[in-house]
């Protein structure tokens, strides 16, 4: 028999008795009982605290007995709402006497909890693999409600979806002046209870915090110790790139009988060194599995969402 997936609106043929189907375009499981727009991942079944380790221990300057001296304080797992939509349009962009355009396909989630808006934002949640809702999963422990509705999620989305756009144009021109939106596009996918893991671990007496998806295991954001040694030659790292500099600076300045070569080079020194420095002098760092972190974005999760436990 031919059905059409609710999920993604794809038609394909299937046995007449099965009960269950999975679509083979978007991954949706249902079967003829099961209706709506709220939908939910399934947990993995793997331990999160043996995949946290296992991913700790591939960080650059780890302690070699991270395994044998850490050990897990507490674990819990989060349903988060989140309003899935598949996202497009097009911009131009006017800069001086030309134009630009830009274009954006995009599947978004707009997080609809507080607690998790920050750690999630703009974060590449998959599109296969979600189930219709189970109306026991709103007794459990870690179970969020939305904390607005659906109109209020697709303003936010056409924010993202222009945020994305203008960012696209910028990469075209730096001066922009003027942005003209056209053909914004915003098809609602439903509101997805997705799981996210906040898992709590002690090393030599200190403890530690981490974030992973709950439905791929990966490492959203996870704080770490760093070894003595590997602090040590990123101090020593930054003071030779600051001292290198000087020295140049001073051989240039002796010469044209001026300051600007020292100041010319002492200060790019110092800023291209600071990063280093500061990550030598702290105990713990934060690494992700998912993107590259800036020192803001390092830590304002962890302090954040802190409050959960």
Request: with cysteine.
């Amino acid at each position: 028999m031919k059905v059409t997936c609710p999920g993604c609106g794809a038609s394909f043929e299937v046995p007449e008795t099965v009960k269950t189907i999975t679509c083979p375009y978007c991954g949706l499981v249902f079967g003829e009982k099961v209706q709506g727009d709220h939908y939910y991942f399934p947990a993995i079944r793997e331990e999160p605290y043996r995949i946290l380790l296992g991913f700790l221990k591939r960080q650059f300057g780890i302690p070699i007995d991270i395994e044998l001296n850490s050990s897990l304080l507490d674990q819990k797992l989060y349903y988060v709402p989140v309003y899935f939509y598949y996202m497009s349009g097009k911009a131009i962009g006017i800069c001086g006497r030309r134009e630009t355009v830009a274009y954006v396909c995009h599947h978004g989630g707009v997080v609809a909890s507080t607690d998790f808006e920050e750690l999630l934002a703009d974060y590449p949640f998959p599109i296969r693999g979600k189930r219709f809702f189970k109306k026991e999963l709103e007794e459990f422990e870690g179970y969020h409600e939305p904390e607005f509705g659906e109109d209020r999620s697709r303003e936010l989305a056409e924010e993202m979806l222009k945020r994305k756009l203008v960012n696209e144009l910028h990469k075209q021109c730096e001066d922009l002046d003027r942005v003209i939106f056209e053909d914004l596009r915003l098809d609602y996918r439903g509101l997805v209870h997705y799981p996210i893991y906040h898992l709590k671990y002690s090393y030599k007496g200190e403890s530690y915090e981490a974030y992973l998806d709950g439905s791929d295991g990966k490492v959203i954001l996870a704080e770490h110790p760093l070894k003595l040694e590997t602090r040590i030659v990123e101090i020593s790292t930054a003071i030779g790139i600051i001292s290198a500099a000087l020295v140049i600076g001073s051989i240039l300045s002796s010469m044209i009988h001026t300051i600007i070569p020292i100041l010319t080079s002492i200060i790019p020194a110092i800023a291209s060194s600071f990063p280093l420095l500061k990550r030598g002098v702290e105990l713990r760092v934060t690494a992700s599995e998912l993107r590259v972190l800036t020192e803001e974005q390092s830590k304002s999760p962890i302090k954040i969402l802190t409050k959960l436990i």
